[in-house]
């Protein structure tokens, strides 16, 4: 079955400090990852997606399929980036598109 | 471009009463999935539309249903509603497949539903 796990429901970091919000799944194909971001009072938006292999906002996220895991860092938080991360796979040549999400980390900066 | 558009943005219902949610897809994009968002957890899906047909159902009951129209727009019904389906109700809609970006989906802000 297709899972994606989150273990940590907060991480809080100081300003400057590197973050790295922890992403694995469980997939028997050839899965698609991505990270989602919900800012206060604002909706889901992509954040990245590990096929375009580009850092958005500072962060990278690298696809392990040893490890089965796709975690996001950055290395020096800023307050902005204190949201709500989801990390999320889909299935490939499927033929349509269904998003697993996890259950999502908070990340709060703090000055 | 709205982006993709839903309504009502808050409701309450009565348990047993029945709702009715409407989105409106980005333009451009001729698939709408809706997912289930509880609070605390991550969005759920519970199906897809794609040519007006369900192309792909979670694991939601038969309470749940859903159409989608000509103009790509769709909507969401429950039936006999329940305390547990209090959630807030995303649609998302994504672009053809098999065009570039197709399985990139584009989130609406959602209808929060409170069921008493």
């Known amino acids: 079955a297709q899972r994606v796990t989150q273990p940590e429901k907060l991480l809080s970091v100081f300003k400057g400090a590197p973050v790295e919000l922890k992403c694995n799944y469980s997939?028997?194909?050839?899965?698609?990852l991505f990270w989602y971001v919900q800012y206060s009072r604002q909706r889901l938006q992509l954040l990245l997606r590990?096929?375009s292999r580009e850092s958005i906002k500072g962060f990278t996220a690298d696809l392990n399929k040893g490890e089965t895991s796709f975690h996001l860092k950055k290395p020096f938080a800023q307050e902005e980036d204190s949201a709500m991360y989801y990390c999320?796979?889909?299935?490939?040549?499927?033929?349509?598109?269904?998003?697993?999400f996890g259950t999502g980390t908070r990340l709060l900066v703090s000055p | 471009d709205a982006g993709v558009t839903q309504s009502p943005t808050h409701l309450i219902k009565t348990r047993g009463q029945q709702v009715t949610l409407r989105c409106s897809p980005k333009?451009?994009?001729?698939?709408v999935s809706w997912y289930q968002q509880a609070l605390g957890q991550g969005p759920q899906f519970i199906f897809q539309?794609?040519?007006?047909?369900?192309?792909q159902r979670g694991n939601f009951p038969d309470r749940f249903s859903g159409h989608q129209f000509p103009n790509y727009s769709s909507e969401l019904n429950v039936n006999a509603l329940l305390l547990g389906d209090s959630a807030l109700y995303l649609c998302?809609?994504?672009?053809?497949?098999?065009?570039?970006?197709?399985?990139?989906?584009?989130f609406g802000a959602g209808s929060r539903l409170t069921v008493l």
């Open positions: 998302a809609s994504s672009r053809p497949l098999p065009s570039s970006g197709a399985n990139v989906l584009t």
């Open positions: 997939y028997s194909g050839s899965p698609e």
């Open positions: 590990h096929i």
């Open positions: 999320a796979l889909i299935s490939l040549g499927t033929g349509f598109q269904k998003l697993v």
């Open positions: 333009s451009g994009h001729d698939t």
């Open positions: 539309y794609y040519e007006e047909e369900e192309r």
